[in-house]
């Protein structure tokens, strides 16, 4: 767009704000976009004006962010009730590359008489919302905003809004309240969230926002910012400004009962009932509002009623789901009801969600061949999966797969080993070098957005055992020299060509940290295969774990044969101890060919140094609790299984190892809530926070600061005391950028650093509307305000024709109110200027356009004689 083009709309702009001050009509509004393909978006603003009011508008003037200015058209307008108009405005804009880009629509005016907005009559109506085109990040729509702002609320009683955010792209969104805006997208002065006897809040995850509750009548406006989170990366946000009014009234809103979260699994025929009833009697309406229904593609219906019998409305939702419904995230059902009353219609709002779960796969067969395992499984039903995750765990015991969560439960052995190409895939072969053993497995599919489907049944093979087969590695003494592991292996029943009587047999350890036991710890001639033990001594069983493999040879004319090249590897039991807060949690770990049915749990007794047996589990995970912190605890475990070879089942018993550790307190203290405002003509931040935790566990606070968004550019910059509440903070390059503040506890736990505070609100460069060339040494120049912050500028100054007659890229400007062109001194007028200034903001350089009248007066200015005159 050039210039003279960008002059017309700005006049227009200004012409129009100065003439249409009593166009007291605008109430609520938002601004969202679609991406059409590469750099071009569909923008839709949508606002809601008082019906009574015979303001209409058919475009609405909007700044992409980039330079450019054009407006959007008035494509749909609807009666929605309440005394509001909606109304549609679209357009569509390519931008010339990446970057963020703040499209701003502003409109004039804000009605009269809003009680937390002064002066709201003469105070412009601005929305915006954040566009951030990056490849990296991919493509971005905004959500949408399902429910209109159009919800009335009574003094004294809880009032309740969700705007029914969805997002197409499946983002999760967050929510805050912030300032209303004016012109130019700022905070407007002397802006305040409206009173309430207790307070006004949003639930920064679902979005409710809560006023408990309102204390006068009037007009309110707030402004909900609902942001877009992609891998913890913010990628656009949307605001919402929209009015409450609050009236005087006996009525009391409706109540929404029945409602919890739900799961289900895909191809569940899904029905869901829910009930709301009025405290006054008066009938009431339900309506729904969620991403669902706006996918045609879902078999979702909705359908309600009003009892007048019981007063009770009673609303039902039908969902015919299918595999195209599984979703990584629950989805969300936001549920209004409304009554009818005399006085005034009042709102009651919850949500719950829907949680849509993958079928499980369903395993076949599986086969063992040698040392290898094969697993087979049916076609899988839902065909948008993407493929197939395999997991094993030795040993087979019950466990209970969550019904409201895919994927396998934690702490059942079962570890993912591969998973497939293809959904298509139906067979995969265990080669992992598996010894003998029993092995189980169980298969889960996977979905485009990593949701994961429940685990299949479950099944189990074995891998035959060597020769000779062990079925004991029992550690049964405790000592850094001189320890001792036992063990045991079944007789050997060998062919006749084999009975030789006279017999060699090589054991064989692992070296600490190693797996594959290849160090001779003893070799013996023996004649008797009735002697089924071996104790294995100066052993350090302080540490662990070891393994061990055996050899039997028969000598046979001279020449000692292998009997068997298959072998078994069998482990000591070794506990892993992970520390809690008063409590130990011990991981048991262990690679043996048999099975273990249960492990009792032993705990040292420091008053008579013996283990005591505290409890047993059949898992591989103990948690002991009650424990004191700071403490040592020592810990063994003795397993009890069996092995089956042939017809016959060995029981074992084995110990394992000791292993000590000692809990303390593991868990984050609170987060501290932070507050952040600049001080823009002083150039610092003021920092202020909150701490609500446990004081007397408090050490002090850690601040991080970074100049963008990026959590992982933070920087510490200061460590502070458990009593410091605030912190002033001067940035070298901008007032713009984020902070985190954790707390630190007594044991040097730190709070979670997942929530950056922001701020991006001071405008560093100003420009006077007036100024003197002439030549009295006052205000000779037209130049700005003192700033700070600005890389550089690009000004152009125009005469009421149009015409240039001075520009410039210093920031000082220093024009002297001669053309540029003539160098003749200009005459006492009216100019206009449209400049853009490139600040460092939190995003980086961005742009901001400044564009309004200079009055030059050239001619001296004569003084007033204020003297009486004298006869």
């Given at each position: 767009?050039n210039?003279?083009?960008?002059?017309f709309?700005?006049i227009?702009?200004?012409?129009f704000?100065?003439?249409?001050l009593?166009?007291t009509?605008?109430?609520?509004?938002?601004i969202?976009?679609k991406?059409v393909?590469?750099l071009?978006y569909?923008?839709?603003?949508t606002?809601?004006?008082?019906?009574?009011s015979?303001?209409?508008?058919?475009?609405?003037?909007?700044d992409?962010?980039?330079?450019?200015?054009s407006f959007?058209?008035l494509?749909?307008i609807?009666?929605?009730?309440?005394d509001?108009?909606?109304?549609?405005?679209?357009s569509?804009?390519?931008?010339?590359g990446p970057g963020?880009f703040?499209l701003?629509?502003?409109?004039?005016?804000r009605n009269?008489?809003i009680?937390?907005i002064p002066n709201?009559v003469?105070?412009i109506?601005s929305i915006?919302?954040?566009?951030?085109i990056?490849?990296f990040?991919g493509?971005?729509?905004?959500?949408i905003?399902?429910?209109?702002?159009?919800?009335?609320?009574a003094?004294?009683r809880i009032?309740?809004h969700?705007?029914?955010a969805y997002?197409?792209?499946?983002?999760?969104?967050?929510y805050?309240l912030?300032?209303c805006?004016?012109d130019?997208g700022?905070?407007?002065?002397n802006?305040?969230?409206p009173k309430?006897s207790?307070s006004i809040?949003?639930?920064?995850v679902t979005?409710d926002l809560i006023w408990?509750?309102p204390?006068?009548?009037g007009?309110?406006?707030?402004?909900?910012?609902?942001?877009?989170w992609?891998?913890?990366?913010?990628i656009?946000?949307?605001?919402?400004?929209m009015?409450?009014?609050?009236?005087?009234?006996?009525?009391r809103?409706p109540?929404n009962?029945?409602l919890k979260n739900?799961?289900?699994?895909?191809?569940?025929?899904?029905?869901?009932s829910?009930?709301?009833i009025?405290?006054?009697n008066?009938p009431?309406?339900?309506?729904?509002?969620g991403?669902?229904?706006?996918n045609?593609?879902?078999?979702?219906?909705?359908?309600s009623?009003?009892d007048a019998?019981?007063k009770t409305?009673?609303?039902t939702i039908?969902?015919i789901?299918?595999c195209?419904?599984?979703?990584?995230?629950?989805?969300?059902?936001?549920?209004?009801?409304?009554?009818s009353?005399n006085?005034?219609?009042?709102?009651?709002?919850?949500?719950?969600?829907i949680n849509?779960?993958?079928?499980?796969?369903?395993l076949?067969?599986?086969?063992s061949y040698?040392?290898?395992?094969?697993?087979?499984?049916n076609?899988?039903?839902?065909?948008?999966a993407t493929?197939?995750?395999?997991?094993?765990r030795?040993?087979?015991?019950p466990?209970?797969?969550?019904s409201?969560k895919?994927?396998?439960p934690p702490?059942?052995g079962y570890?993912?080993?591969?998973?497939?190409i293809?959904?298509?895939?139906?067979?995969?072969?265990d080669?992992?070098?598996?010894?003998?053993g029993n092995?189980c497995?169980v298969?889960?599919?996977?979905?485009?957005?990593q949701?994961k489907s429940l685990?299949?049944?479950?099944l189990?093979t074995?891998i035959e055992?060597g020769t000779?087969?062990?079925?004991?590695?029992?550690v049964e003494k405790?000592?850094s020299?001189?320890?001792?592991?036992?063990?045991?292996?079944?007789k050997?029943v060998?062919?006749?060509?084999l009975?030789?009587?006279?017999y060699?047999i090589n054991?064989?350890?692992?070296?600490?940290?190693?797996?594959?036991?290849?160090?001779?710890v003893?070799?013996?001639?023996?004649?008797?295969?009735?002697?089924?033990?071996?104790?294995?001594?100066?052993?350090?069983?302080?540490q662990?774990p070891?393994?061990?493999r055996?050899e039997?040879?028969?000598n046979?004319?001279?020449?000692n044969?292998l009997?068997?090249?298959?072998?078994?590897?069998?482990?000591t039991?070794?506990p892993?101890i992970?520390f809690?807060d008063?409590?130990?949690?011990?991981?048991?770990n262990?690679?043996?060919p048999w099975?273990?049915?249960?492990?009792?749990?032993?705990?040292?007794?420091?008053?008579t140094q013996l283990?005591?047996?505290?409890?047993?589990t059949p898992?591989?995970f103990?948690e002991?609790?009650?424990l004191?912190?700071g403490l040592n605890?020592c810990?063994?475990?003795?397993s009890?299984?069996?092995?089956k070879?042939?017809t016959l089942t060995y029981l074992t018993e084995?110990?394992?190892?000791?292993a000590?550790?000692?809990?303390?307190?593991?868990l984050?203290p609170?987060v501290p809530?932070l507050?952040?405002?600049s001080?823009c003509?002083s150039?610092?931040n003021?920092l202020?926070?909150?701490?609500?935790?446990n004081?007397?566990?408090l050490?002090g606070?850690?601040?991080?600061?970074?100049s963008?968004?990026i959590?992982k550019?933070?920087?510490?910059?200061?460590?502070?005391n458990?009593?410091?509440s605030?912190?002033?903070?001067?940035?070298s390059?901008s007032?713009?950028?984020?902070?985190?503040?954790?707390a630190l506890?007594s044991?040097?736990?730190?709070s979670s650093?997942n929530?950056l505070?922001?701020?991006?609100?001071?405008r560093?460069?100003?420009?006077p509307?007036?100024?003197?060339p002439?030549?009295?040494?006052v205000?000779?120049?037209?130049?700005?305000?003192?700033?700070?912050?600005?890389?550089?500028?690009?000004i152009?100054?125009?005469n009421?024709w149009?015409?240039?007659?001075?520009?410039?890229t210093?920031?000082?400007?220093?024009?002297d109110?001669k053309d540029?062109?003539?160098?003749?001194k200009m005459?006492?007028?009216?100019f206009?200027y449209?400049?853009?200034?490139y600040?460092?903001?939190?995003?980086g350089?961005?742009?901001?356009?400044?564009?309004?009248?200079?009055y030059l007066?050239?001619?001296?200015?004569?003084?007033?004689?204020t003297e009486p005159n004298?006869e």
């Open positions: 767009m210039y003279n083009m960008r002059i709309f700005y227009t702009l200004i012409l704000t100065t003439v249409a009593n166009a009509h605008n109430r609520a509004g938002e969202t976009y991406q393909s590469g071009t569909e923008i839709t603003v606002t809601f004006t008082y019906s009574k015979q303001v209409r508008r058919d475009s609405l003037g909007i992409w962010g980039d330079n450019t200015y959007v058209t494509t749909d609807f009666n929605i009730g309440e509001y108009i909606k109304s549609i405005f679209t569509s804009h390519t931008f010339s963020v703040t701003l629509v502003e409109d004039p005016n009269e008489g009680i937390n709201s003469n105070t109506f915006q919302s954040q566009l951030r990056n490849s990040l493509p971005n729509n905004t959500p905003l399902l429910n209109p702002p159009i919800d009335r609320a003094v004294n009032f309740t969700n705007p029914g997002d197409i792209d499946g983002d999760s969104l967050s805050k912030i300032s805006t004016a130019g700022q905070a407007i002065n802006y305040t969230l309430a207790k809040s949003i639930n920064p979005g408990d509750t204390t006068e009548t007009n309110y406006n707030i402004a909900i910012l609902i942001e877009e992609r891998e913890k990366l913010l656009g946000s949307v605001t919402r400004d009015q409450i009014s609050v009236y005087n009234s006996q009525n809103p109540i009962q029945n739900y799961c289900f699994i895909a191809g569940d025929t899904i029905r869901i829910f009930e709301a009025d405290p006054d008066d009431v309406s339900l309506e729904v509002f991403g669902l229904f706006e045609a593609k879902n078999n979702i219906s909705f359908s009623f009003y019998v019981e409305a009673r609303g039908t969902w789901s299918n195209n419904d599984v979703n990584n995230a629950p989805y969300t059902i936001i549920i209004k009801s409304t009554d009353n006085e005034i219609n009042l709102t009651d709002i919850d949500n719950f969600t849509i779960i993958a079928p499980p796969p369903i076949k067969t599986i086969i040698g040392e290898e395992i094969h697993l087979h499984w076609k899988y039903k839902c065909a948008n493929s197939f995750l395999i997991y094993r030795q040993d087979n015991f466990y209970v797969a969550d409201c895919g994927d396998v702490n059942n570890k993912l080993i591969s998973s497939t293809s959904i298509n895939d139906s067979i995969f072969i080669k992992n070098s598996l010894g003998t092995y497995y298969i889960v599919a996977v979905f485009s957005d949701a685990p299949s049944n479950e189990c074995s055992p000779p087969a062990l079925i004991k590695t029992s405790i000592d020299v001189n320890g001792h592991i036992e063990l045991k292996w079944i050997p060998l062919p006749d060509s009975k030789t009587g006279n060699k054991i064989f350890r692992s070296s600490i940290g190693t797996i594959n036991p290849v160090d001779l003893s070799s013996f001639f023996t004649n008797n295969l009735d002697d089924t033990t071996f104790i294995d001594t100066l052993v350090n069983t302080l662990f070891y393994y061990y055996m039997l040879y028969a046979t004319n001279g020449i044969v009997i068997d090249k298959k072998q078994d590897i069998a482990s039991i070794y892993n992970h809690f008063r409590k130990l949690k011990l991981e048991i262990k690679s043996v099975i273990n049915e249960k492990y009792i749990i032993y705990r040292k007794n420091e008053n283990y005591d047996s505290i409890g047993y898992n591989l103990y002991d609790s009650l004191q912190n605890y810990y063994k475990i003795k009890i299984g069996y092995r070879i042939n084995n110990f394992s190892h000791i000590c550790a000692t809990p303390k307190d593991t984050p609170a809530k507050s952040v405002s001080v003509d150039l610092y003021y202020s926070w909150q701490y609500t935790g004081k007397n566990e050490k606070f850690k601040l991080y600061y970074t963008d968004t959590i550019n933070l920087t510490l910059i200061a460590v502070l458990p009593n410091d605030i912190y002033i903070h001067k940035p390059l007032l713009a950028g984020s902070y985190l503040i954790t506890d044991t040097g736990n730190e650093k929530y505070t922001s701020v991006d609100e001071c560093y460069y100003s420009l509307n007036v100024f003197t002439n030549g009295d040494g205000d000779d120049f037209f130049k700005p305000y003192k700033y700070s912050f600005v890389k550089r500028i690009e152009k100054i125009f009421r149009g015409g240039l007659v001075y520009e410039t210093n920031p000082d400007i220093n024009w109110g540029m062109f003539t160098k003749q005459a006492s007028g009216v206009y449209v400049c853009h200034v600040e460092e903001r939190i995003t350089i961005e742009v901001r356009t400044l564009y309004n009248f200079i007066f050239s001619d001296p200015i004569v003084p007033v004689n004298k």
